[in-house]
């Protein structure tokens, strides 16, 4: 066997955007599902360890602990009726002739719960997390059909706000999509049918406003025009707006319509250039507390299927939607702007400027101004995987400043936790969680308790949000994490997660989220000094050819070998997660001292070191415990003859 074959393999060279840091998570608290769920839908309440995991015909409720999952399962089976008329029907595909749970909200106390019951949606109350009853109470529901879609295929997106639900329903064959609020105590509204273009739905949220009546509900969505030209570009990413204080037209004109909605044009790319991204997958929204400040993070994809992320200021947004001419209007509007979030007023001057507004909105619906990102480009992520989910939180760091941290899921089951600033995007590690690979389908994320739950069709997995123990047992590994949820305890000489009322005025917790520099930790000297012991290796005659493995921690860092006191450098042949040092020209593997070095930061660390002896004998003990390091990348001996 030719060892360069061997080589050809190992000599891959680690290129692009990277996360620092790669762990690969196994450990409980985990749960498998008995079948693959295809389709899987999440509610969890914020300061609780239950997740609520909709499937197919079951609900699952799963009690996290740190070294457990306890789950209960609720039956939620089709009506036999509804199966016996999906069945009659020829679906597309006959698993779908199943209840598959695709609404799980709460509104005020009432746990709503819907889902495709066969093709025929229908919804439930779930109470006391054991039983599933008709839905009571006062306000009013709409049909479920508005609430839920037939198939788990078709997209739809459910928003509790204001003790009303909102649901958005993406377009399907010769179903229109629309926006509904569609329970609650408020009057029941939709869109109109002209306003929305076959829309694919990505995601709502609410925006604050210090004064209630000002609160809006941002729609994520895509557009698809069937009859775009070849040459154009058929999807057309929006942002669409209503009031949530919108109580409909009036009996002439919009009765049973949004008289607030608006929507735009969200563009997403390398500035006017040709390479953007059109299609909107999903979107989410941080925003402070009775603020308009904060960001949208827009998950993207191209016509060859690549995923991007970009970022939008909501107070962009939010003076577009309040100061951009309508398009195709052009006459001035002479009195209140319409679709502005206002409390009715009885005076007859506004009634006949608010008939007047209806008119325009009927008719006038999208503003002239188009949406771009910050920083103009997408975020410079990773692109070896596509990013399938995405969840995100704001975190308090030690110096009194926010920070803005991205959980991204991909099509292999990683997840991604990316850091972005105003100077840069920083991917902090990648988590591999499965033991089944495959898509990430959902996320939740729990801010007050710090856990994120990420969901395949084969599992449930929750992380910390601090993981600080991963990082290192040094103030230099632990500071150049840039995690904002940890930081180097002075005191205890340790990375711990930031508690909970943090005074950044006494504490002895240090940072440094902007820039990768540890200089704070004043510790380069005792880095500088500090060697590994090196594992003796006995080699035998000049036919034996020797691969030494290197560990690699941080993806960030520059890895070479040293031999004999940096006499004479050598570089690496990467290989997955190791630098290995192999036998090409002018590196002689017969004897001497090998040391790994890492340098990162303008600090060099030495990894590992290895003494290789030649005296004729076989290999020593120390030499056999090496091959236990991994079966291709611990020391390999290979004959040439």
């Given at each position: 066997?030719?060892?360069?074959?061997?080589?050809?393999?190992?000599?891959?060279?680690?290129?692009?955007?990277?996360?620092?840091?790669?762990?690969?998570?196994?450990?409980?608290?985990?749960?498998?599902?008995?079948?693959?769920?295809?389709?899987?839908?999440?509610?969890?309440?914020?300061?609780?360890?239950?997740l609520y995991v909709g499937g197919q015909a079951t609900i699952y409720v799963l009690t996290f602990s740190d070294k457990k999952v306890v789950d209960m399962q609720i039956p939620a089976a089709s009506d036999q009726t509804a199966i016996d008329t999906c069945k009659a029907k020829a679906s597309p595909d006959e698993m779908e002739c199943d209840n598959f749970i695709t609404v799980l909200q709460k509104v005020n106390d009432?746990?709503?719960?819907?889902?495709?019951?066969?093709?025929?949606?229908?919804?439930?109350?779930?109470?006391?997390?054991?039983v599933l009853t008709d839905v009571q109470g006062g306000g009013m529901i709409a049909p479920a059909s508005h609430i839920s879609p037939p198939f788990p295929s078709q997209k739809s997106i459910n928003l509790p706000a204001d003790g009303s639900l909102y649901s958005a329903m993406s377009s399907v064959?010769?179903?229109?999509?629309?926006?509904?609020?569609?329970?609650?105590?408020?009057k029941l509204l939709k869109t109109e049918n002209v306003w929305l273009l076959n829309?694919?739905?990505?995601?709502?949220?609410?925006?604050?406003?210090?004064?209630?009546?000002?609160?809006?509900?941002?729609?994520?969505f895509t557009e698809f025009n069937k009859t775009a030209r070849v040459d154009e570009e058929p999807h057309r990413a929006r942002i669409g707006r209503v009031c949530t204080v919108d109580e409909g037209g009036i009996k002439a004109l919009l009765p049973e319509s949004f008289t607030t909605f608006f929507k735009t044009r969200v563009m997403c790319g390398a500035g006017n250039t040709q390479q953007q991204y059109n299609n909107m997958k999903q979107a989410?929204?941080?925003?402070?507390?009775?603020?308009?400040?904060?960001?949208?993070?827009?998950?993207?994809?191209?016509?060859?299927?690549?995923?991007?992320?970009?970022?939008?200021?909501?107070?962009?947004?939010?003076?577009?939607?309040?100061?951009?001419?309508?398009?195709?209007?052009?006459?001035?509007?002479?009195?209140?702007?319409?679709?502005?979030?206002?409390?009715?007023?009885?005076?007859?001057?506004?009634?006949?400027?608010?008939?007047?507004?209806?008119?325009?909105?009927?008719?006038?619906?999208?503003?002239?101004d188009v949406i771009r990102p910050v920083g103009v480009n997408p975020l410079d992520l990773p692109t070896d995987d596509q990013?399938?989910?995405?969840?995100?939180?704001?975190?308090?760091?030690?110096?009194?400043?926010?920070?803005?941290?991205?959980?991204?899921?991909?099509?292999?089951?990683?997840?991604?936790?990316?850091?972005?600033?105003?100077?840069?995007?920083?991917?902090?590690?990648?988590?591999?969680?499965?033991?089944?690979?495959?898509?990430?389908?959902?996320?939740?994320?729990?801010?007050?308790?710090?856990?994120?739950?990420?969901?395949?069709?084969?599992?449930?997995?929750?992380?910390?949000?601090?993981?600080?123990?991963?990082?290192?047992?040094?103030?230099?590994?632990?500071?150049?994490?840039?995690?904002?949820?940890?930081?180097?305890?002075?005191?205890?000489?340790?990375?711990?997660?930031?508690?909970?009322?943090?005074?950044?005025?006494?504490g002895t917790l240090i940072q440094n989220l902007d820039s990768s520099n540890s200089s704070i930790c004043e510790e380069a000297a005792a880095l500088k000094l500090r060697q590994t012991s090196p594992r003796e290796i006995v080699v035998k005659g000049k036919n034996t050819t020797v691969f030494?493995?290197?560990?690699?921690?941080?993806?960030?860092?520059?890895?070479?070998?040293?031999k004999d006191n940096c006499q004479r450098n050598y570089p690496c042949l990467f290989s997955g997660d190791f630098c290995v040092l192999g036998p090409v020209v002018n590196t002689p593997l017969k004897e001497g001292v090998?040391?790994?070095?890492?340098?990162?930061?303008?600090?060099?660390?030495?990894?590992v070191s290895f003494r290789l002896v030649n005296d004729g004998r076989l290999l020593s003990a120390s030499f056999a415990s090496i091959l236990g390091l991994s079966a291709l990348l611990a020391v390999v001996t290979l004959w040439l003859h």
């Open positions: 066997m030719n060892y360069f074959i061997l080589l050809s393999v190992l000599a891959t060279v680690v290129t692009g955007k990277s996360p620092r840091l790669k762990f690969i998570v196994h450990e409980p608290p985990r749960f498998h599902f008995n079948k693959p769920e295809n389709y899987i839908s999440m509610y969890h309440q914020e300061g609780s360890d239950t009432t746990f709503i719960v819907c889902g495709t019951n066969a093709g025929s949606p229908r919804c439930w109350m779930l109470v006391n997390d054991t064959g010769g179903h229109t999509g629309l926006i509904r609020r569609t329970f609650g105590s408020q829309p694919q739905f990505a995601g709502a949220s609410i925006i604050p406003a210090s004064e209630k009546y000002k609160e809006e509900i941002y729609f994520f989410v929204v941080l925003t402070a507390q009775d603020k308009r400040a904060g960001v949208m993070y827009g998950l993207f994809s191209n016509a060859w299927g690549r995923t991007v992320v970009c970022a939008y200021s909501i107070e962009d947004i939010d003076r577009a939607f309040s100061n951009s001419k309508l398009k195709g209007y052009s006459t001035s509007f002479g009195g209140t702007r319409p679709g502005m979030c206002v409390r009715k007023s009885p005076s007859p001057a506004d009634a006949q400027n608010n008939v007047k507004n209806l008119g325009i909105m009927r008719y006038y619906p999208e503003i002239e990013i399938t989910h995405t969840v995100a939180d704001i975190v308090l760091a030690v110096n009194d400043e926010h920070y803005t941290v991205l959980y991204l899921g991909t099509d292999q089951g990683k997840v991604l936790k990316v850091l972005h600033t105003i100077q840069d995007v920083f991917i902090i590690s990648q988590y591999s969680l499965f033991h089944n690979e495959g898509p990430v389908l959902n996320m939740a994320i729990d801010s007050q308790k710090g856990h994120l739950y990420v969901g395949t069709a084969m599992e449930v997995q929750r992380l910390p949000l601090a993981d600080c123990r991963r990082y290192g047992h040094t103030c230099r590994e632990c500071i150049l994490s840039r995690d904002p949820y940890c930081g180097w305890d002075k005191a205890r000489r340790k990375c711990i997660a930031i508690p909970p009322g943090y005074n950044v005025t006494t030494l493995p290197c560990p690699v921690h941080s993806f960030h860092a520059t890895y070479r070998w040293e090998f040391r790994c070095m890492a340098t990162e930061d303008g600090f060099k660390v030495e990894v």
